[in-house]
Each structure stands twice: as C-alpha cells, then as structure tokens.
C-alpha cells in the first residue's frame, strides 16, 4: 500500500530560522510528488511538482528537493507569512491506474 | 472571475438528508477531483474524473454519489448522510492529473 508521511507534525521557527520540512514516501512506480501549502479555513496552493530524483524546484524562499525514497522543503530565512500548513502527496501507479496520495501535513509556524 | 468555486460553503443537515455539493471550474480543465480532509487523515480521494460522463471511485467513495454531465461541473451527493460524513469537502481540478488546483472547501455538519 501506498504510504506517504511527514515530518515533523509541527515546526515553530523564529522568523529568519531556516529548516528544512519532511516527506518520505513508500510507492511502487513515482509519477510525480506534490507540494501544496494550505492555509487555515482554504484550500491547498500548488507549490511545486518533482518527476525524478535530483530535481530541485525553488520559490521565493522554498526549495523542494527530492531523493528516491523522500523530499525535502527547505525554508530560508522564513517570515510569519510563511505560516501554513505544508503538504506532500505522491502520484503513482496502482493496479493500473494513477493513485495519488497526500500525507497529513506539516503545520509551520513562524514567530516575528 | 476565473478558478474554481464551491458550494456552499458550510452546510448543517441532519442524519439520512440528501445533500449535493456544487463544484465549478472555469478552466476547461479535464480532471476534477472531490477529497475529505479530516483531522488525522489528510486528504482523502472520494470520486474522480477524466472527463465528461467519465468517473471512477477513490479511495472512500461508499454513500457518495458524483456525476459529470458537463466538463465544467462535478457534483457530489450525499444520498443518506451520516455523522461519519461530517468533515471538509475540497473539490479540485487538473489539466493532465499532475498538480491539481483545489477550490475552497464546504465545511459539512451531519447532525
């Protein structure tokens, strides 16, 4: 079965602390993995997609890396706009047909 | 204005009432998407589709009716709600099935 986890549940920064959110994930046949950032009471944003390992992608002050086995969002110097809730899913195939499946998120706050 | 909407966006019914949420997408996009989120769980996949007239079940798609009679539309009902239905619905669209792009959520209460 498809699993797709990340970590920490919960991170608070102080504005200007880089770190880095993680998505590890367990899928046969990786079609793609999904960044979204989801704000409370909204729908999640689109942030980035990464196809094969090695990509990086980067916004602003989000860079989104990823391995064979996981993905990194790294956070440079953040603000208290950057306060979210960051989410991972994956897209894969599954009995022949496209799966995807999102992990439960990492709610980032940011302290001015 | 371009995007997606839904509605409503809260809704109160109570136990074994027929409830059909709306979702619009003005993009012309092929795939649309209806998800829960509830806490713990993350989002989960009800009902999706390709296309018009085309749909498929996710991953908890039991008590939920969808149908696409229109690109542009992707209704979801509710034949008997239960309490165990009581959660955020988010409706998303897509152009090839990568990223998706999610309207703004019903926050639905069975009582």
């Known amino acids: 079965e498809d699993q797709v986890t990340q970590s920490p549940e919960a991170l608070r920064l102080q504005e200007g602390e880089s770190s880095s959110l993680n998505c590890s994930y367990t899928v046969s046949g990786l079609r793609g993995l999904f960044w979204y950032r989801q704000d409370p009471g909204k729908g999640p944003e689109f942030l980035f997609t990464?196809?094969?390992a090695g990509e990086e992608k980067e916004k602003e002050r989000l860079k989104a890396t990823l391995t064979k086995k996981e993905s990194f969002l790294h956070i440079t110097a953040p603000k208290p706009e950057d306060s979210a809730t960051y989410l991972c899913a994956v897209l894969a195939n599954s009995g022949g047909y496209q799966k995807v499946t999102f992990g439960t998120g990492t709610k980032l706050q940011v302290i001015p | 204005d371009a995007g997606i909407t839904q509605s409503p966006r809260y809704k109160i019914t109570e136990t074994g009432r027929q409830v059909t949420l709306m979702c619009h997408q003005t993009w012309s996009h092929s795939y649309m998407f209806w998800y829960r989120q509830d806490l713990g769980h993350g989002l989960r996949l009800i009902y999706y589709s390709a296309a018009a007239d085309i749909t498929d079940k996710g991953e908890v798609p039991d008590g939920y009716v969808v149908s696409r009679s229109k690109t542009e539309n992707f209704p979801l009902t509710l034949e008997s709600a239960t309490r165990s239905q009581t959660s955020v619905y988010f409706c998303?669209?897509?152009?090839?099935?990568?990223?998706?792009?999610f309207g703004p959520g019903t926050r639905l209460t069975v009582t």
């Open positions: 998303a669209s897509s152009a090839l099935a990568y990223e998706q792009y």
């Open positions: 990464l196809y094969s």
